[in-house]
């Protein structure tokens, strides 16, 4: 199914019926420097009500995930933009690693779903970072706390390693940092979704670990030893797909302003939730409904290995097929061997395996053969990743 856009006039009535729905909104404030939204922009008083009509209450995950654990998450991109038509729309569950995705897959829009109530502020500062960079450069500047050069417009084609030495070679500036710090504060309380000052604090919590580790930082698990295949956001953002390609959303000016086009339309829109829980997975289908879109990939990283052994799998796949989705969406997983051995799909060099399977395939095996476990789920009707050049 191809993907459409809802009549004007019906959007501007379900804007109504979405502020409605939240009593108390921050107020809008225009971030500095201003940004300047696009005509197909969602208002950021609509962003925050969907945030709030889409969110349930935060639950506990024991990471801090700043960013991912997954050192192969772009083996399937190629395979990605060669199965699943641009246009839709996106859910993913985590940080950054989901701007990869939607670089790849250009959606209408984008919903960052996650358990953990700091996954949607993590959202916040990112997307307060990549409005006010225009390039690549500005927002990793920016995100580690370096005075950007004064020779931008060189850098904007450069390639992404060139880029990444040149933050690895520069330290913090405070200045720079307490400039970008005061930005990102302004920004985030525009947004429409209300924040405290704990929430801040959290923000800013987060930007500091940033700063003070550089592109060194690492995914970390509270009272869980470090694992030797955690990587570093250098090695994240430098990260190849199977055929070889840079091919994270920093990778190449076109990939970075797909996404922050997206941001600026405010059209990746962060949501608490679980994807086994009654409410979230269920409303972002009544929202696509609204929209007259179709999901296109649905990002589960490993949620359904802890999904299942909790018992209530087939509650996160009873809501994965309530969602209008089109004929070539996907399931985008993670699979990690100590969850059961190797994976049958695993590429050298890689702990984790990424694989897709169709959402179709879900769906089926809830109307007929079932999963009898979770190596059955991450196995079944797995799509090749081939080795070619996506779109």
């Known amino acids: 199914m191809t993907a459409g856009a809802a009549p004007r006039g019906r959007w501007v009535a379900l804007a109504t019926a979405l502020l409605s729905t939240v009593a108390c909104e921050a107020p809008a ?18 962003f925050g009500a969907l945030h709030a009509r889409l969110s349930e209450p935060g639950g506990y995950f024991d990471t801090d995930n700043l960013i991912s654990n997954e050192t192969g998450y772009l083996n399937v991109v190629g395979a990605l933009e060669r199965t699943v038509a641009p246009g839709g729309a996106y859910v993913g569950v985590g940080p950054d690693q989901n701007f990869s995705y939607v670089a790849a897959l250009r959606p209408r829009i984008a919903f960052l779903v996650d358990i953990r109530r700091d996954n949607a502020l993590h959202h916040l500062l990112l997307k307060a970072l990549v409005e006010r960079s225009a390039t690549r450069l500005e927002f990793l500047a920016a995100l580690h706390g370096r005075a950007p050069p004064t020779d931008l417009a060189d850098w904007e084609n450069r390639d992404i390693e060139e880029i990444v030495d ?29 924040l405290t000052a704990e929430d801040l ?38 990260e190849t797909d199977a055929a070889g390609r840079r091919a994270s959303w920093l990778a190449t000016p076109d990939r970075y302003l797909a996404v922050r086009d997206l941001h600026l339309a405010n059209r990746i829109v962060p949501v608490v939730g679980d994807l086994a ?18 999901l296109s990939a649905f990002y589960s990283s490993n ?17 994965l097929a309530a969602l209008p989705a089109g004929d070539d ?12 051995g190797d994976h049958p799909s695993a590429l050298p060099g890689y702990y984790a395996t990424q694989v897709l399977q169709p959402v179709a395939t879900v769906v089926a095996a ?26």
């Open 201 to 238: 604090a959290t923000v800013r919590r987060f930007h500091d670990a940033f700063v003070g580790a550089g592109m060194g930082l690492r995914f970390t698990s509270l009272g869980r030893p470090p694992r030797p295949y955690y990587p570093t956001y250098r090695q994240l953002v430098l």
């Open 277 to 294: 829980g009654d409410h979230a997975v269920r409303e972002i289908g009544r929202v696509l409904d609204e929209m007259d879109l179709r």
């Open 29 to 46: 404030q225009a971030p500095s420097p201003p940004v300047v939204r696009p005509a197909s922009a969602l208002p950021d008083s609509v």
């Open 366 to 391: 809830l109307e007929g053969r079932a999963f009898g476990s979770y190596w059955d789920v991450v196995t079944r009707d797995v799509l090749e990743l081939g080795v070619g050049a996506g779109r």
């Open 303 to 319: 949620v359904e290995f802890y999904l299942w052994r909790a018992g209530t799998f087939g509650r996160w796949a009873a809501n």
């Open 166 to 194: 040149w933050i690895d070679r520069s330290e913090p500036d405070p200045g720079s940092v307490a400039a970008v710090q005061a930005d990102v504060a302004e920004a985030v309380a525009g947004y429409g979704i209300p």
């Open 329 to 340: 969406a996907v399931v985008i997983r993670s699979y990690f061997p100590n969850f059961g």
